[in-house]
């Protein structure tokens, strides 16, 4: 089913504005070849973190919901501010830790869309739910 809806979504670009075909693809595929992670097979951090999100805080971090600008362009181009980047605890670390929860949509509480990374925007997993 999403296959197909990916494929009319890429049609009717491609009708409506040809020249968005390259930017169109690479977005698509950027999306379909990221790989895939369950919420309940993240660590128990990462969930207590999602939780977060959808009730719109309060987050223990002051970072935690700022902009995150996708400069590894790694997740799906969107504009800025689409993205937004919330910290997983790392339990024994003494900072931030690198295992982050990146969300986007124009609502935070009702994110798009949710990736995790554990070795600070190195590599995503969308997260499913």
């Given at each position: 089913?999403?296959?197909?809806?990916?494929?009319?979504?890429?049609?009717?670009?491609?009708?409506?504005?040809?020249?968005?075909?390259?930017?169109?693809?690479?977005?698509?595929?950027?999306?379909?070849?990221?790989?895939?992670?369950?919420?309940?097979?993240?660590?128990?951090?990462?969930?207590?973190t999602?939780?977060?999100?959808?009730?719109g805080?309060?987050?223990?971090?002051?970072?935690?919901?700022?902009?995150?600008?996708?400069?590894?362009?790694?997740?799906?181009?969107?504009?800025?501010?689409?993205?937004?980047?919330?910290?997983?605890?790392?339990?024994?670390?003494?900072?931030?830790?690198?295992?982050?929860?990146?969300?986007?949509?124009?609502?935070?509480?009702?994110?798009?869309?949710?990736?995790?990374?554990?070795?600070?925007?190195?590599?995503?997993?969308?997260?499913?739910?």
């Amino acid at each position: 089913m999403r296959s197909t809806a990916a494929a009319l979504w890429l049609a009717g670009t491609v009708l409506l504005n040809p020249a968005g075909l390259t930017e169109a693809v690479a977005r698509t595929q950027a999306e379909d070849s990221l790989p895939v992670v369950q919420l309940a097979e993240l660590p128990p951090e990462a969930r207590e973190t999602d939780k977060l999100i959808q009730a719109g805080g309060p987050f223990p971090y002051e970072k935690d919901g700022t902009v995150f600008g996708n400069r590894e362009r790694l997740l799906p181009r969107k504009s800025r501010g689409f993205y937004r980047e919330y910290t997983v605890r790392t339990p024994g670390a003494k900072n931030r830790g690198a295992r982050r929860i990146v969300c986007g949509g124009e609502v935070p509480r009702e994110p798009e869309a949710c990736f995790y990374t554990e070795d600070h925007y190195a590599s995503f997993r969308r997260i499913q739910r």
